[in-house]
């Protein structure tokens, strides 16, 4: 195993659309840039552009299982204060963080993903083609780039760099890492792929000993299948997680016949429904009075159940009062990502991310950080959301009851399109 240089390697996956890079400056220059992708979309008459590619059943399931478990591990930091993560952009990051990683810290990174590296390259090649969305009802689309730093170019098997970003579909940039121009590159490359949701280039503060950063985008914006009715839009009161209350705006409608479920062990319970998207489908799911969304997280089974749709299963009248919200959070994932069953890629001593480097490098290089920030927004129209992860490396049957989702109180909720959970979060307070 050769040994690698503390290397912040700095993964975004944020959800987005467009993948145009920013224009050169003096601290960075775009190097190789992918083929354009097609798009796809919805026409107004509801015929389709672009074909959707097939997934295989082994990699939707171990997607979903990803995802699923970086829900749960990843939220449940902030008892009091709102929270939201991208599983799918934790995703696509730590598939790429593999591409970078040889022996034990490859395998590893491998079994939490849950998928061989040819599946994950060969499937996620059509998931981004998939996610490749834009019409006038929404977007959605993932991005990537590989960062390459000037100062340690002598380490760095261009060649291996180059092959790599063609596998994953990524861009390639040069950037000198010592240069203040360069977090405000990175910075603006993210607000261009974000839709201007993120990219605060305090954010962005790097290192001179940077080897290499990888980013990965993904931005999604989107409308309620059937919009809500602004003239119904009133103010409410909303029970926040510390006992306080806030008068806010709450949307509202009732379905005569639409799908909710149940779900109650003796321990914890919930009641769940869903709100179809043009393009995607947002899940809410309220926990019984006095059980928490932390409660059914802190149950594996619980959670898993409600989100595999393992529920008692419901037809019937649907009462909605969701309050407006507006707002972003910034995790920490190394602990997540520790509790997911990676532990070389952070340990100096063991970690092993060769796959870029000359064969005569001996630069040692680890894991130093895992950060996600993301911003929600969810009114009449729709649901705008966006995240960036960072990885330093340093027909309707008949009704048959009644469901009242009144979110008044804390609750979860989490958005999935193409297979993937694109989102997942916690509303604390208003």
Known sequence: MKRLRLLPLLLTAAMLFGCAAGPETDGAARIAAPKAAAVRGMKKDGSSVGEREKLSEGYRDALKAFCTRAAREGLGREETENEIISPVSLFFATAALAGTAEGKTRDELLQVLGMEEAMIEAETEKLLHNMNIDDSMGRLQAAGSLWLADAFAAAIDAEAAKAFADRYGMELWRVDFAAASAAKQLAAWVREHTNGNLGDAEAFQTDPQTALMLLNTVYYKDEWLDRFNADKTEADTFHNADGSETEC??????????????????????????????????????????????DLLADEAAFAAIVSGDCEGGVGEVVWQIPK????????????????????????????????????????????????????????????????????????PMPTGRADMILDRPFLYYISAEGGMLFAGIVNRM
């Not at 914890?268 to 932390?294: N, R, W």
């Not at 929600?376 to 960036?388: L, P, R, T």
């Open 249 to 294: 705006d709450f949307l509202n409608a009732t379905y005569g016949i639409h799908g909710f479920s149940r779900y109650e062990n003796g321990r914890v319970g919930a009641t769940v429904s869903s709100l179809q998207l043009k393009h995607g489908v947002m899940t809410f799911i309220l926990p019984d009075e006095g059980c928490t969304p932390y």
């Open 325 to 396: 919200f507006d707002y972003a959070a910034d995790t920490d994932l190394a602990a997540a990502l520790r509790a997911m069953g990676v532990t070389a890629a952070f340990d100096p001593q063991q970690a092993d991310f060769s796959a870029l480097l000359n064969a005569e490098s001996e630069m040692p290089l680890w894991v130093s950080g895992v950060r996600q920030q993301a911003r929600i927004s969810v009114n009449e129209d729709g649901v705008e959301a966006a995240a960036y992860t960072r990885i330093d490396y340093a027909g309707s």
